[in-house]
């Protein structure tokens, strides 16, 4: 399936300015992505426009980012896409007409992974934080990304080592959703020691994103400059630890910039590496917060107000305490031997064999090869 | 020298009624001291100072309370002595008249220790904390009253173990004023294993506090009673450590109700002994504080707005450097050698030698018998 005049535009697009290209962004708005890349091409465009493009506008570069893209298992995710987060990233068109600089909508997003990428930004949490963490951070940025993770809360973060790589762990131990978003391309191969956790990322029902084309290696610009993605793409980051100068609280600032929660976790004095989360706090611009509970209270506080009303509405409300305990001995990703959902469940293994059949016709369970999963389009 | 007609009405008046007691309070206030309790000892008073007052009114123990106090090296402090720490405690008054329940001013307090009460409160901080202390605690209340009183703040805290205990300990170890206020007598010896303490802070420049008359041991809804007084008497209140429910949380949410300031010290989100300081930050009762800077900038940012402009008023102010280096070696309770004072300034001896007999002539430093000290006015 080749890709069509639209997303070659786009990819084009993606590559011939630096993000965030905020007058290549008007542009586009202004023309559509067809034309708009057309006239790039032809150097035939404004010369805020021209300049960001300049260098780079002879670069003919599309066929060989979908192959390398595909190579990679990656697809080019744009806005006319019914999966485009357009929704979380309101936040960065607003904030940009308020004047925050850099908040400049992608362009289109580079995405690896099955899951729809709107479905993973809806209602996430950002976990992020230093990468020379302790084991206090580690620790707690693992338990709290699982927790999350385990009641259906889509955790992102930015794959890097220490705290990142940490909240990815606890989301996939959990067997839920998280998202990495890179500072360099898909296929980078960076950070070297992460390339293990981003395949399991992008095969476990997450998603690894970058706004780079195939290719693109990491820099530091390009940290700071994802850290908006980070903010904007969920509806609140916590920073779990930060010395006083970190990338982390530069993903909280733009969190703070763009309307978003910003939450820390407390850690004790004597640690430098609390010390960022502990003056994000003092100076009231990130609420505290200790536990899971305190997050989804923080998030749904100053968050969606429909939280609560979206919760109790769920598929799963009509199902029985028995059914609803079977269901959640279900996980989406792997098939699970009745007796095995008996232990999960704590009920009698009889009662789990004639619950399955009973979920299956509702449409909560899927019966597999080795067992039974959960329907996905219910959890 | 005997305690006159008005100092005797003052003991007789703070024995007859359980503090506080707001309509003694205000019948005092009515008829003064004298009248009022001659009208409390024969029954000629409002229903409820009536009701107040009618379990005691017939005890005559004057004399003995003064004798008891004389014995244990306490006086009794009225509101009508110079020392009376008349402004801290408005606060009480305008906040009982806001409607803040047991917002009431003390009749008197009996104090042991030479300090003029009404020094020890002027621009204190209370540092207060949990008894089931973790030494993360503990360490940290030692280390920050230490911070605060070397920097001339007095220190109030409750004597109780753990925190408290700490937090005058640290005091104590800088040389600086620390002041407990009991909720029993001051002769009550109690806790029992913090007698030696408070026998320290009363002997070396701080005070021992309490509205209890001699021999009045110590009792639970007392100390509630005394918190108000330790909130009260300084212009912020830091807890160190505290469970979800403790004393010390109530003694913040009396200073936040009086108007004062609150901070709290975050630690490990695994630690008990944090839940309370970290639901504080977390609901904005509390400023989050990590150090001794921290603590000053917040009682002087919500404080006295002339704090600064008295600091740099200073009379130390017109010292030079080496001669401020000289003096700040000194404490205003011990003699110090000239070596040792060469030794904590880091000066030539010769030099300490020259300049301790100046400091002498501007009035900043005393000759002892076993050496120098600091002049206790100038401190």
Redesign the interface.
Known sequence: MSPDELRRARAYLLRVAEPPAAALVAFVAEHGPVEAAARVRRGDCPPEVLKATEARRDYDLVDQDFGRAAAAGARLVVPEDDEWPAWPLLALEQAGRRGVSEAVPPLALWVSGDIALGTAADRAVAVVGARAATS?GEH?AAELAYGLASRGVPVFSGAAYGIDGAAHRGALAAGGVTVAVLGCAVDAGYPAGHVGLLNRIARNGGAVVSEYPPGAPPARHRFLVRNRLIAALTEGTLVVEAGRRSGARNTASTAGALGKVVMA??????SGM??GC?EL??D?RA?????VD?VLETVGRFGIAEDQAARTQRPTDRLGPEALRTYEALTVRTDRSDSEIAAESGLPLRKVRALLPALEIDGFAVRGEAGWRRRRETA
């Open positions: 206090y707690h976790l407390p850690g004790p004095v004597s609390s010390v502990h706090i003092r009231a609420t505290l917060v200790s536990t305190e």
